[in-house]
């Protein structure tokens, strides 16, 4: 018989019950082979094993005989009676012996935050004692003191009154879920301190250097961010000015990347000397695409008809503008897997991203759909053809969002004394790299240095979607000598950069202030979408710089020694940490 006893705490990723059996703990001895299973329980579990499944295949030959014959089922002779007894017997010993772990499973789960006893089965043979423990949270140490820490006993990070400490001791029960507290309390401030301080005492893990004064909480309430215990620190550094279109912008990029700020601002640099640069705004839609399907391919082939046919396209277009005054349908494209259609709706937003406002109008389409085609079977709103989020042909080909080129012509004297390099060698570098090496590694949309380097920082401190980098990015570069061979053509062409200016994370106060400093904060009164396609090309000419800068910095080689200087912290950790 095996022994129980009190052992150290163990990690929760090992208190699978199973396992804990086939280990041994400090101090014990190694597993002997005497401790093994005894030959004959091998013995019967075989012949019950056998049986079952003989008596399983005797009775289904017999019943497929039975039914051929047309001789009821109930008719049983006495082998038959025997097989069935065998047959139980055998299911009952199975059961037993291999089930009963699993089914307990279902019938009392355990989890990182049950009050469930632990028993832990030791290698001995002599006695057995079983001690009931609380479990620990999962995020506590393995190097653990013997004596297990309850809950309440995890030293207090922050100052509570009595009535919090209560609702906090609530919620590590669970009695109060913890998404609740701002509806409950009325005090978002309080309901970030009251959760942050019982998701340290649930995980045993201490968060003491995520920020919580300082933030205002009220603002991201039913809009940016759910269960709040803190905040994030991204510094924010300035790169320009940019000379774009004939305006001076310093561009805000947060980021915690070394050399990303600096190589930036050089390109700016660097576009400045040469005269600015320019853009141009080829596109501006953003896009959802629903997939709907039918009884047959026919049926869905004439939605498409439908669809795409220019005598529809105005009614079309008066329910769609009806989900908001700033909404203008401007294109349906319709593609068919089988019988399943997948629409993608192309539509202006104004200043804000608009992907709401397009799912808003697309369900009015297709509920106003519905009574010409009543087999049609709405399976999402999103059939991915949109397509967000995620690196797609349909967006580097189609565009989404804000499609923007921009270009400058970079002198000879500025690439050899700001760039350090020369124009013959970063038009090569680029074919050789943007160019043909991404063709080798077969990229999707990824014809440049870095582009996402930019978007992101740009993103983030402005208050965009930092997830839709990943089609924002989706940039070629094209370097080209111009002008007798002397000046450097560079430009950045990005299909499809989605930013708005209202809405979402832009309304923050961080955020807010360096749409500011860019002169595209909120809406813009008198072109509606003025802000958000202003705020495209900005990032485009961000682009644009950063790709000047790092080509250059390749081809010079200064690559790594840059981010020896920059992205290298010559502090002492140690002593950081340890004040």
Not at 3 to 16: D, E, G, T
Not at 481 to 507: C, R, Y
Request: hydrophobic share 40%; aromatic share 6%; net charge neutral.
């Amino acid at each position: 018989m095996d022994v129980r006893r009190r052992q150290p705490p163990l990690p929760p990723a090992s208190a699978n019950l199973k396992q804990l059996r086939r280990k041994t703990f400090a101090g014990d001895e190694s597993p002997k082979a005497s401790d093994a299973l005894p030959l004959p329980l091998y013995i019967t579990n075989g012949v019950f094993l056998t049986l079952f499944f003989g008596v399983v295949y005797f009775l289904l030959q017999r019943w497929r005989e039975k039914i051929r014959n047309s001789t009821p089922l109930h008719v049983v002779s006495l082998s038959e009676i025997s097989a069935i007894v065998a047959f139980l017997a055998s299911f009952i010993y199975l059961l037993g012996f291999f089930g009963i772990d699993f089914v307990q499973s279902f019938i009392s789960p355990r989890s990182s935050y049950d009050d469930d006893e632990e028993v832990i089965e030791g290698v001995s043979n002599e006695q057995q004692i079983l001690k009931e423990d609380k479990r620990i949270p999962c995020g506590i140490p393995i190097s653990l003191p013997e004596k297990k820490l309850e809950v309440h006993q995890l030293p207090k990070t922050l100052d509570l009154t009595p009535e919090d400490e209560e609702i906090v001791q609530s919620v590590v029960k669970g009695s109060t879920p913890s998404y609740s507290l701002e509806s409950k309390l009325g005090d978002c401030f309080r309901a970030a301190k009251i959760r942050r301080e019982a998701l340290q005492r649930t995980t045993g893990r201490s968060i003491v250097g995520l920020p919580l004064d300082g933030f205002d909480y009220e603002s991201i309430l039913g809009q940016c961010c759910e269960m709040p215990v803190g905040f994030i620190q991204i510094p924010v550094g300035i790169a320009g000015p940019l000379l774009l279109d004939g305006i001076e912008f310093s561009v805000p990029m947060a980021t915690t990347e070394g050399c990303l700020v600096a190589s930036t601002n050089r390109g700016c640099k660097a576009i400045m000397m040469s005269g600015g640069a320019a853009s141009v705004i080829l596109k501006d839609g953003m896009t959802r695409a629903p997939v709907v399907r039918f009884g047959s391919a026919r049926r869905a082939a004439d939605l498409k008809f439908f669809l795409e046919d220019p005598a529809n396209f105005e009614t079309i277009s008066l329910v769609f503008n009806k989900s908001s005054r700033f909404a203008r349908l401007q294109e349906v494209k319709c593609a068919i897997a089988g019988k399943n259609l997948y629409v993608r709706f192309t539509c202006r937003t104004g200043d804000a991203m608009g992907m709401n406002m397009v799912s808003k109008g697309v369900q009015n389409v297709l509920e106003y759909l519905q009574s010409d085609f009543p087999d049609m079977d709405v399976i999402g709103i999103s059939g991915n053809y949109c397509s967000d989020k995620k690196p797609a042909a349909v967006n580097w080909i189609e565009g989404r969002g804000k499609s923007v080129v921009c270009e400058a012509v970079i002198k000879e004297d500025i690439v050899r004394k700001v760039l350090k390099t020369d124009v013959a060698s970063l038009v090569e570098l680029n074919m050789l790299k943007n160019l043909t090496g991404s063709a080798v590694a077969g990229s999707l949309g990824g014809f440049n240095a870095h582009a996402a380097n930019i978007v992101s920082a740009i993103y983030i401190a402005t208050g965009q979607d930092p997830a839709q980098n990943v089609e924002s990015s989706q940039c070629i570069t094209m370097m080209e000598a111009v002008n007798g061979g002397k000046d450097l053509h560079i430009s950045v062409s990005m299909p499809s950069i989605e930013v708005g200016t209202v809405g979402g994370g832009t309304q923050l106060a961080s955020q807010s202030a360096c749409l500011n400093l860019l002169g595209v904060k909120g809406a813009n009164r008198e072109t509606a979408g003025g802000n958000a396609r202003l705020l495209a090309t900005v990032v485009a000419g961000s682009v644009l710089a950063g790709e000047l800068s790092l080509m250059s910095a390749i081809a010079a080689g200064q690559l790594v020694r840059s981010h020896m200087k920059y992205n290298r912290s010559s502090r002492d950790m140690s002593k950081v940490a340890s004040s």
